[in-house]
């Protein structure tokens, strides 16, 4: 695929969410809405497109937050068609912040649309599987969907999803779905979704320790994502990307990794960065 492609997947998914803001609604609204989009889409490797596992099975895991403190997430889903609304079901119901083990009984009584993996599993990933596995390929190539939005009325919202690492154990879980690590927002201070690899975002607690810079240390947006980037996971010697927007609308993308792709608004305009 070209990156027109990627681009126009990001562009389509920048719309969805800003059609929400546009009218008003919320700002964790807007996120899903992108993420939706993005799930749907097989170029991105989140639902639709996900990466496989070593056994070539494919689990997703996905998160939201609103800035108020609500959060929702799920782990190692293998059914859902969008896991982001898994992830924002889990967040409404209130009981528990992350769960797994949903299955297709839970997503139809919740009346979220059930998968297969046949629908999950796309060529382009079982070709870079087989590539990987006779280690034609590094494994180390991201493609985690995430979406950070500010609404009208002040409120941050941060979303993610993913099908994790290449090749990675059945079972494990990376950054996305674990608030603070992957995922993070609270409202006046930041909203944060994170791609890359996962262990060194769970070990540097990347989204928190952005808030924390910001909120405690008083750190501008820009320099405290960039040195979160730099000494939680260029130090550990890998590669990711973060999407961040300040309490007063500031957007910030960084990645250490060869190349990211995020949409946002320039002046009016979408306008994809890569
Ligand atoms: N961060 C994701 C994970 O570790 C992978 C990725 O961003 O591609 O599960």
Redesign the pocket.
């Known amino acids: 695929q070209g990156d027109g492609e990627y681009e126009d997947g990001l562009a389509v998914a920048y719309r969805a969410g800003a059609e929400v803001l546009d009218k008003g609604g919320t700002a964790l609204d807007a996120v899903c809405a992108a993420v939706v989009s993005l799930e749907d889409n097989p170029l991105f490797?989140s639902a639709r497109g996900s990466a496989l596992r070593a056994d070539g099975s494919i689990q997703t895991?996905a998160a939201v937050m609103s800035g108020d403190g609500r959060a929702g997430a799920v782990a190692a889903v293998e059914c859902a068609r969008n896991p982001v609304t898994v992830a924002r079901r889990v967040m409404e119901d209130g009981t528990a912040v992350l769960r797994t083990q949903i299955g297709a009984p839970t997503l139809k009584s919740w009346g979220l649309t059930v998968v297969d993996q046949e629908y999950l599993r796309t060529p382009g990933r079982v070709a870079q599987l087989e590539n990987v596995q006779a280690g034609r390929i590094p494994a180390q190539t991201?493609?985690?969907v995430g979406a950070v939005a500010l609404d009208l009325r002040g409120r941050l919202a941060a979303a993610t999803s993913?099908g994790?690492?290449v090749n990675q154990s059945v079972g494990r879980i990376?950054?996305?779905p674990l608030i603070g690590a992957?995922t993070y927002a609270r409202d006046g201070v930041v909203a944060v979704s994170?791609?890359?690899?996962?262990e060194a975002?769970i070990q540097g607690v990347v989204a928190h320790e952005i808030a924390s810079r910001v909120r405690h240390g008083g750190a501008d947006l820009a320099e405290a994502v960039r040195d979160v980037l730099d000494d939680e996971v260029g130090r550990r010697g890998v590669t990711?990307g973060i999407i961040a927007v300040g309490g007063n609308g500031r957007v910030v993308v960084a990645h250490n990794s060869p190349a990211m792709f995020a949409a946002f608004d320039h002046g009016g305009r979408v306008t994809v960065w890569s």
Request: glycine share 36%.
């Open positions: 490797n895991d991201h493609g985690t993913t994790g690492m990376g950054d996305s992957g994170c791609t890359g690899s996962g975002f990711g």
